[in-house]
């Protein structure tokens, strides 16, 4: 998971990421994952590995359920 070190959140704020609420739309976290050079990669790993909570790859937890349901 070395592509991990090379995300664009890595000096970003963790709770832009780890949202205690879902009511706000994480648009920060999206614009900041939107030009990630591994966008790609975090949200396949995101989507295999069934993450269920968090921003990954630009998605939020019901976003990546309907693509794992597709």
């Known amino acids: 998971m070395n592509w991990m070190e090379r995300g664009a959140c890595r000096d970003s704020d963790?709770?832009?990421f780890f949202p205690l609420t879902w009511e706000t739309h994480?648009?920060?976290a999206?614009?900041?994952c939107r030009?990630?050079?591994?966008r790609?990669?975090?949200l396949t790993w995101?989507?295999?590995t069934g993450e269920p909570d968090e921003v990954w790859g630009g998605t939020t937890p019901a976003e990546r359920r309907?693509?794992?349901s597709g």
């Open 40 to 42: 790609v990669q975090c």
């Open 14 to 16: 963790p709770e832009l």
């Open 26 to 28: 994480p648009t920060l």
């Open 35 to 38: 030009d990630c050079p591994v």
């Open 30 to 32: 999206r614009r900041i």
């Open 46 to 48: 995101a989507v295999d």
């Open 66 to 68: 309907r693509i794992r």
